[in-house]
């Protein structure tokens, strides 16, 4: 996984960018009619139901735009909130506080949106072993905040991105001539390079689970597709020799045979790739 530094500098990225995407050389509606030295206060303001998140990156945006404005939190990332409920009051400049809004805006209802999703997901697993996680299947650019989210929702990340972590899939075992040639050119390609990453591989059907396991030094096998019947038989045949995951369109009706299969792990693209955003607005007090 990425470090705590590589994360913040992603958040840096995201924030420099959407302000540069949004404000350009200047928000011209404020600057039109707002005095420079007006100071105003606004409230973020529920209007929906579920988990809230992205507080934290609010604030890292206010501070960005304006180390001056003030904010005051009543509600905190991973709580749940309802119709009505107000998060935050933002107060300082009027300038400054319109120029963050949308920013705060995009990515809270998103965040809030993917911790809710989550947040279902892990509770539908309660009582069992198993543990959610997210995917690459996420809005290119914001990858950060979308797993933070995730985080806040209950869920666990999988790899960050191409680079933390060595993942064989379908193509790269048919590409480089099946799966223990391409687990040994991995191995050898960490040796070579010096890095230490874990390898996980995914197999088709159980055939492919028994090779896995014969090449050894994997740390989780990715079962993709894999009926009830299969994932427990794969449990079974892993024997706690490396964790397993499940994935391929798990939703929210099947995911808890799938960990009553004994999964360590279920993957979801859904928590990502298919969330209403919820409902928030900022408003003047």
Known sequence: MISEEQFQNELNLIIANAVREDVGDG???????????????AKLLVKDEGIIAGVDFAKMVFNYIDPELKVEVLINDGDKVKYGDVVFFVEGSSQSILK????????????????????????????????ILDTRKTTPGIRALEKWAVKIGGGENHRFALYDMIMLKDNHLDFAGGITKA???????????????KIIVEARDLKEVAEILKAGGVY??????????ETREAVELIG??????????ITED???????????YISSG?????VYNMDLSLKAV
Do not use: W
């Not at 705060?104 to 697993?125: C, E, G, H, P, W």
């Not at 991995?186 to 070579?192: G, N």
């Not at 706690?240 to 369109?249: D, F, K």
């Not at 859904?270 to 298919?274: D, E, I, N, Y």
């Open 240 to 249: 706690g020799q490396c964790l397993t995951e499940s994935s391929g369109g």
């Open 183 to 197: 687990i040994q050119k991995a191995k050898d390609y960490l040796a070579e390079k010096g890095k230490d990453l």
């Open 27 to 41: 928000d011209h509606s404020s600057l039109a009619c707002i005095p420079g030295s007006a100071k105003g206060k």
């Open 220 to 229: 989780r096998i990715l079962l993709d597709n894999f009926d009830y019947d």
């Open 100 to 131: 963050a809004e949308r920013l705060v805006l995009n990515a809270m209802q998103r965040m809030s949106a993917i911790a809710t999703k989550t947040n279902d997901f892990v509770s539908i697993l309660d009582g069992t072993d198993t543990k």
């Open 254 to 264: 099947t995911i808890r045979r799938y960990a009553e299969c004994g999964v360590d």
């Open 270 to 274: 859904a928590l990502t790739h298919s």
